[in-house]
C-alpha cells in the first residue's frame, strides 16, 4: 500500500462548478501538506501549503486537512478552463529530508 | 520556476551511453533535489542534497549519482543508461528546511533506445 493515495482520474467538469480533490494518506507523522498543480510538459508548481489540521483559502482554492481521518482535500470554486492540469497532493514529515507525492489527479474543466 | 534551470530540455540517448543532467539554481538554496517521474508511480526522488558535497541516496537511486561542487549546480548522473531510465527529470529546491515546500524546475525529458 502507498503511503500518499490519490485518485488518477480523469476528472471531467463543466466550467464554473466545484471541484473537490482528494487524498488519502497512512503516516500519521505527516504534518505539512501541499498541493501543487501541473501542466502538461511542466514542472509542477505550488498552489496551497497547510501546516497540521485546518482549512486554508487563497482566492478560489481551499485546502482542508483532516488528520484524524488521514485525508486532505483541494476545492476549486468557480472553476475555469485555464485550472485543466493535473494536481498533485503532497505531505511530508517534520524533521526529515523527504516529501511523498500522490500520483496526481488529472482535471479537464470544459468550456 | 525559483530561478531553476535544467539542461538539456530533451535528450535522446542509446542504451549503456553515460548521461549527465544538470540543474542550476541562481539563489543560493541549500537543499536540492532530483526527481523522476512516471506513469502511475508519481515523483520518486533518485537523490537528493543538502549542501556542497552532502548527498544522499533517495527511494530511487540504483543507476544514479550525483554531484554538487558548487552550491548553484547539482548534477544527475546515469552511468549506463537503460531503457527503464526513460523518464521524465525534474529538479527541485527547499527555500527553507528540507521538509518545507519544495519549488521545481522545467524538467528533462530523457528517452533510452
Known amino acids: 500500500q502507498k503511503e500518499v493515495e490519490q485518485d488518477p482520474g480523469p476528472l471531467s467538469v463543466p466550467e464554473g462548478a466545484i471541484v473537490s480533490l482528494n487524498c488519502t494518506y497512512s503516516n500519521s507523522a505527516f504534518q505539512y501538506f501541499m498541493w501543487y498543480r501541473q501542466y502538461s510538459r511542466k514542472g509542477p508548481e505550488l498552489l496551497m501549503y497547510t501546516y497540521s489540521s485546518g482549512n486554508k483559502e487563497d482566492g478560489r482554492f481551499t485546502a482542508q486537512v483532516d488528520k484524524s481521518s488521514k485525508y486532505i482535500s483541494l476545492f476549486i470554486r468557480d472553476s475555469q478552463p485555464s485550472d485543466s492540469a493535473t494536481y498533485l497532493c503532497a505531505m511530508s514529515v517534520e524533521g526529515y529530508q523527504k516529501v511523498t507525492f500522490g500520483t496526481g489527479t488529472k482535471l479537464q474543466v470544459i468550456p | 520556476d525559483a530561478g531553476i534551470t535544467q539542461s538539456p530540455r530533451h535528450k535522446v540517448t542509446e542504451t549503456g551511453t553515460p548521461v549527465t543532467l544538470r540543474c542550476h539554481q541562481t539563489e543560493n538554496h541549500r537543499y536540492m533535489y532530483w526527481y523522476r517521474q512516471d506513469p502511475g508511480h508519481g515523483l520518486r526522488l533518485i537523490h537528493y542534497?543538502?549542501?556542497?558535497?552532502?548527498?544522499d541516496k533517495g527511494e530511487v537511486s540504483d543507476g544514479y549519482s550525483v554531484s554538487r561542487s558548487k552550491t548553484e549546480d547539482f548534477l544527475l548522473t546515469l552511468e549506463s543508461a537503460t531503457s527503464s531510465q526513460t523518464s521524465v527529470y525534474f529538479c527541485?529546491?527547499?527555500?527553507?528546511?528540507?521538509?518545507?515546500?519544495?519549488?521545481f524546475g522545467p524538467g528533462t525529458r530523457l528517452t533510452v533506445l
Open positions: 542534497s543538502y549542501g556542497v558535497k552532502d548527498t
Open positions: 527541485a529546491i527547499s527555500v527553507e528546511r528540507s521538509t518545507d515546500t519544495q519549488y
